[in-house]
């Protein structure tokens, strides 16, 4: 993997990704030539016991532009500035302009509520120079590149010691509030181990103290014993609808290894992982010959130093709909109890993912 | 308060509601004359240590009837079947047909997780026989008489050991996924304290053991005096949006003692809870000239007959719009770490909200 270094003139970062050597001489642009203001403040929600961002730089962020007006396509002479340079590259990385986090976050008000500035960081990750591709649709190769980038913004984290935990997910619809079509995903960098996923390691470190084995580790071994609710089953990566599935077509991504993080994959088990990802896609995409509403997680280790042994990594896929045009609502019971309630079984959504059939 | 117990046809029951007396010989009808069964199961989430329900016979529940279909309408003789007599009464309670949870539920099937019946309770409550009003709209006596009626389902759910949990909440708006627009709420009777109302009640205990006080007592009174963020200042009971708003327009409406449930309010702070209540969601929508979509949590003390000198009763309203035209979207950081990014100061909408004049 080869990767180029680049500051915007408003001194946001810009990493170019590519299998091929990167041209020499790419400037990065920038839609705004001064640096935005961001200056986010972090406050104490007592009652939950959490944390909560406030980013009011974030009330100006571009919302669904035309497509001549794609900030994240590449930018040709005489065009309006975008995020990106044309060049041949693969996968670009930069500083979200609308960050909810920032490690410029200075701000720490005098509140009736514990307050602290808002330092982490926000990246976007612009996933092909074709604004009409999806992730799923990109070959496997790039795929896997795109797990190296992950890994490598992992890596480089890791040398910030305020980043505790990474995060990178993609929205992907507008159903779950997308604002740019092209394809690309984030990564929010947090300064503490956010609340879902703290839960999780916590779970698995449980797991882990009592049965002497990974929870995942367990859970896998479990579906592909069980079969029905399998949808890639590889050598050393597999994807199925988990038993205990919270939206009718979830579907979770997993290396067969308890690796903690992206980074420490092995090229063959990264193969297979992008492998089992595509497929996970594009049977959800399949399923009803539309584009797939959905939020994709990554999960993995926190970016302290730690061994986690406990932490598998692994991607969770939230797809939006139940059926074709209706969408899953969290309403009262999920958002106000915590109490999923799902209409279907993940058995029967296991078989028609099961069903259809994917080019990968 | 009068009211009536009936048991429709397939087995349901109904409880009719009035500050009048209730007519003799009113008939429950029901859109159904065969029992639907419903026979919900629960499945634990080992990663996230929560469990998921699952009842499959609500993907049949009726999705946005046109006007004439409405099932929430008073039955006129030779109309087809709804769910509520005609006669003259205010407020109707009965068992949703579409259940999530039921004290039928028998199934338990063995599963590599643990799996246990999903028993427990879901009524419908109807604040209204006018199916173009809103609970806001609502005269405050009958908003008086909704928080008797939730008082009344609350002691009803006390008496059966199994139920642990009562929330009632209403989801208003397509936006947040209602399928019948007649104004009405819901209320589920968990077997357990769901994940979020737990950790609300511990935050509370935690904060009364270290500081003798209640956690919304001392929130309330920092409101008071901070005065910005406080949009009804009654004498027995109070509205704002919380510091640590994590939506735009989040509101929290008390009363101003802290009583465990609606249960153990007097007339007077129940008639006063009402005005705040009213005034609030009277703000939310005329804040745009246009209806708020929104979900309205009540959250009280657990059912199991200790004391909880903690839980102080409250409602929490969480508008789903940021602006006239935009969703508030729970997406990656939200849903997937737990971390709620807000885009605007509670301070700023609050002060929009305090501009907004209602007549109440």
């Given at each position: 993997m080869h990767s180029v270094d680049l500051i915007k003139p408003d001194g946001r970062e810009l990493t170019l990704y590519s299998r091929r050597p990167i041209p020499r001489g790419l400037a990065a642009p920038s839609p705004r030539t001064e640096r935005v203001v961001a200056d986010p403040e972090l406050r104490w929600h007592p009652l939950r016991g959490e944390w909560v961002a406030y980013a009011t730089h974030r009330q100006d962020r571009?919302?669904?532009?035309?497509?001549?007006?794609?900030?994240?396509?590449?930018?040709?002479?005489?065009?309006?500035?975008t995020e990106l340079p044309a060049g041949d590259y693969d996968v670009a990385v930069f500083d979200n302009l609308f960050?909810?986090?920032?490690?410029?976050?200075?701000?720490?008000?005098?509140?009736?509520?514990?307050?602290?500035?808002?330092?982490?960081?926000?990246?976007?990750?612009v996933f092909t120079q074709d604004p009409q591709a999806s992730l799923g649709q990109l070959p496997l190769e790039r795929i896997e590149l795109i797990l190296e980038v992950w890994a490598d913004?992992?890596?480089?984290?890791?040398?910030?010691?305020?980043l505790r935990y990474l995060m990178a997910f993609e929205n992907r619809g507008v159903e779950v509030g997308?604002?740019?079509?092209?394809?690309?995903?984030q990564i929010y960098a947090y300064p503490f181990v956010p609340p879902v996923?703290?839960?999780?390691?916590?779970?698995?470190?449980?797991?882990?103290?009592?049965?002497?084995?990974?929870?995942?580790?367990?859970?896998?071994?479990?579906?592909?014993?069980?079969?029905?609710?399998?949808?890639?089953?590889?050598?050393e990566a597999h994807?199925?609808?988990?038993?205990?599935?919270?939206?009718?077509y979830e579907l979770w991504v997993l290396p067969a290894r308890p690796a903690p993080?992206?980074?420490?994959?092995?090229?063959?088990?990264?193969?297979?992982?992008?492998?089992?990802?595509?497929?996970?896609?594009?049977?959800?995409?399949?399923?009803?010959?539309?584009?797939?509403?959905?939020?994709?997680?990554?999960?993995?280790?926190?970016?302290?130093?730690?061994?986690?042994?406990?932490?598998?990594?692994?991607?969770?896929?939230?797809?939006?709909?139940?059926?074709p045009g209706r969408l899953k609502y969290l309403a009262g019971t999920e958002l106000g109890a915590g109490l999923f309630a799902n209409d279907s079984k993940p058995e029967d959504k296991a078989r028609e993912l099961q069903a259809v059939e994917v080019q990968v």
């Open positions: 571009t919302f669904l532009p035309p497509a001549e007006y794609n900030p994240l396509r590449p930018m040709s002479s005489g065009d309006f500035p960050p909810t986090l920032s490690l410029d976050a200075v701000a720490q008000p005098e509140l009736s509520v514990p307050t602290r500035p808002g330092r982490g960081k926000c990246e976007v990750v913004r992992e890596r480089r984290c890791r040398k910030n010691p305020e997308v604002t740019l079509h092209h394809p690309h995903g996923a703290e839960r999780e390691l916590e779970q698995q470190a449980r797991h882990l103290a009592e049965k002497g084995r990974g929870l995942l580790e367990s859970m896998l071994e479990s579906e592909l014993e069980e079969e029905t609710r399998v949808i890639y089953r590889g050598s994807a199925f609808v988990p038993v205990c599935a919270r939206y009718p993080s992206l980074s420490k994959l092995g090229a063959s088990e990264r193969a297979e992982l992008a492998r089992a990802l595509k497929t996970s896609l594009l049977k959800l995409d399949g399923l009803w010959k539309r584009p797939m509403p959905y939020l994709l997680l990554l999960r993995q280790a926190p970016l302290d130093g730690e061994a986690h042994p406990e932490a598998h990594v692994h991607f969770q896929i939230y797809p939006a709909l139940r059926s």
